[in-house]
């Protein structure tokens, strides 16, 4: 079983920056990729970004290329989301996901909210 405890979320003016934290604990996720998620109100959940088990590759959704940066530290098995040059179109309760061999997500956080004001 895995935990993973998503924090930093909070309000921010539109062009400012937030470093988002997923924390894990259960059992260590240096094995896995890990994604970050969110869901804007009304909208489906979206892939935002994704991170190699050594972080060495990295892959994001076309809106967020050069704002947002996945990383990792495998030894504290936390994985980050620095989110730069925010816009109101970023607001979303953003979400940590653990994904499998299968290209699937089997652990998610609870989320942490991120409001961008204009």
């Known amino acids: 079983q895995v935990q993973l405890v998503e924090s930093g979320g909070g309000l921010v003016q539109a062009g400012g920056s937030l470093r988002l934290s997923c924390a894990a604990s259960?059992?260590?996720?240096?094995?896995?990729?890990m994604g970050w998620f969110r869901r804007a109100p009304g909208k489906e959940r979206e892939f935002v970004a994704r991170?190699?088990?050594?972080?060495?590759?990295?892959y994001y959704t076309d809106s967020v290329k050069g704002r947002f940066t996945i990383s990792r530290d495998n030894a504290k098995n936390t994985v980050y989301l620095q989110m730069s040059s925010l816009k109101p179109e970023d607001t979303a309760v953003y979400y940590c996901?653990?994904?499998?061999?299968?290209?699937?997500?089997?652990?998610w956080g609870q989320g942490t909210q991120v409001t961008v004001s204009s």
């Open positions: 996901a653990r994904r499998t061999v299968n290209s699937d997500y089997d652990y």
């Open positions: 991170i190699s088990r050594s972080g060495g590759s990295t």
């Open positions: 259960g059992r260590p996720i240096r094995n896995y990729d």
